[in-house]
């Protein structure tokens, strides 16, 4: 079964001014059925929060800890919940 999840990721490294939350944003936008947001942090880490299927939620992870992203990351901090409903759409904030 594939049921809804909340993620919420910590990623650190060189992620800010690298368009990162933009890439995130497009990486949610293909995998589908995702809401949330990339928010930058002031202490340099980007947090990504994504609510949907387990699978949309594990590959978006899967993505953040790869080597395709912009920029480097260094590190990815991640909770696992059950979603709030509260987003609509991909935002970036």
């Known amino acids: 079964m594939n049921e809804d999840v909340r993620l919420v990721a910590w990623v650190r490294g060189r992620v800010q001014g690298v368009g990162f939350r933009w890439f995130t944003r497009a990486k949610a936008l293909e995998i589908g059925g995702l809401s949330g947001f990339a928010l930058n942090l002031d202490d340099g880490r980007v ?5 949907g299927a387990r699978e949309g939620c594990q590959g978006l992870l ?3 800890q790869g080597d395709d992203t912009p920029g480097r990351v260094d590190g990815v901090t991640e909770m696992w919940d059950t979603p709030r409903g509260s987003y609509d759409g991909f935002l970036i904030r």
Not at 47 to 51: C, F, G, R, S
Request: zero cysteines; proline letters at 0%.
């Open 47 to 51: 947090q990504v929060v994504a609510e």
């Open 62 to 64: 899967d993505w953040l």
